[in-house]
């Protein structure tokens, strides 16, 4: 593993992403299995509740006291991991990251929100929108698309497109909201197994100038204003937004659900399911039923490993090794 030093400036993210949500924590690891994993075994741990002066309950456990975590477990965070070690995607997928290569961090939030449908759509179109610059300059035509459910895309599958990272959503019950943890993978720079190039888009590619910290540091506001936007209004506030990025629609593609196993793709549903055509008959196909690939295309279909992606909950949270005071009461270092 590198040991190139990486300055993520957590105070400066602190200072921007707090007014929206109040009581933020950003936290950096230098190494971690998974960063939704430790989000959410945060929530679910059964804490031993101790007052601690007339505003806090502090919840003591093995994962919070090695995190170095201040206050409610479920409060709002945002935890990037310099490396993560066991992060998986969905349905299981295994996955890789390297320090510096990628960009592998999660955002705990708490919601309201009544419909939870298209809400990893509603993140992805936030992430496009803010690593495409040639779009919001102007150009006719976004060169980041989304491949539906949680995938972006630097061009399109079957067309020499190649994958740059993944949306990994999970949400837990917190009181009288819900506890949504958006897990986020990018590739920063190219990425290469035994000295070869593999065939994954990095964002170097959109802007050479970009490292993990810089990366994270543009794409972080637009994803918290995604979730409030997302918390008030639906997937109906982006719905049009992802049209525009859309990579399947009108492609053949194969799925595997058992009933509906190809179909065409023709876009997205109000809740954001995708619909399919088969035959003369429309479908709608839930992500968390089915994972979709463009028929006889190589290049979309779900890789075993790739160079970043969003963390999945399933392996206990390991110890980290928490070193130096917060620069701030809310933007902490654990190194």
Not at 314 to 335: I, K
Request: proline letters at 6%; one cysteine or more; hydrophobic letters at 45%.
């Amino acid at each position: 593993m590198s040991e190139q030093a990486l300055h993520w400036d957590a105070e400066k993210l602190w200072e921007q992403l707090v007014p929206l949500l109040p009581g933020l924590s950003v936290e950096v690891v230098r190494s971690t299995p998974s960063t939704n994993t430790a989000l959410l075994a945060r929530a679910r741990v059964s804490p031993d509740v101790e007052v601690a002066g007339r505003e806090a309950q502090v919840r003591r456990s093995v994962e919070s006291a090695a995190f170095g975590r201040r206050a409610i477990d479920v409060a709002p965070c945002l935890l990037i991991a310099e490396h993560q070690t066991s992060g998986r995607g969905r349905q299981g997928r295994v996955w890789q990251s390297s320090v510096g290569a990628s960009l592998t961090f999660s955002l705990g939030v708490p919601m309201s929100s009544g419909d939870w449908s298209g809400l990893s759509l509603a993140a992805g179109v936030a992430l496009c929108e803010a690593l495409d610059v040639a779009r919001s300059a102007g150009s006719t035509a976004p060169r980041l698309g989304l491949k539906w459910p949680n995938d972006l895309w630097l061009g399109r599958p079957g067309e020499g497109g190649r994958k740059l990272g993944g949306v990994l959503i999970e949400t837990i019950s917190a009181g009288a909201q819900r506890l949504a943890v958006i897990g986020v993978g990018l590739n920063v720079q190219p990425f290469s197994a035994d000295g070869v190039t593999t065939g994954f888009a990095c964002a170097q590619e959109l802007d050479p100038m970009l490292t993990a910290p810089a990366l994270l540091h543009r794409v972080a506001l637009p994803l918290v204003q995604a979730m409030r936007l997302f918390e008030r209004e639906g997937f109906e506030a982006f719905e049009a937004r992802f049209t525009q990025r859309d990579l399947l629609d009108g492609l053949t593609v194969q799925t595997t659900a058992a009933e509906w196993p190809e179909g065409i793709a023709r876009g997205v549903a109000r809740n954001g399911a995708l619909r399919l055509q088969v035959g003369r008959t429309m479908h709608e196909v839930s992500s968390g039923e089915v994972s979709v690939r463009v028929r006889d295309a190589t290049a979309s279909a779900a890789p075993t490993t790739t160079a970043a992606t969003a963390a999945a909950p399933t392996a206990p949270v390991a110890s980290a090794d928490p070193r130096g005071a917060p620069s701030h009461p809310g933007a902490q270092r654990s190194r």
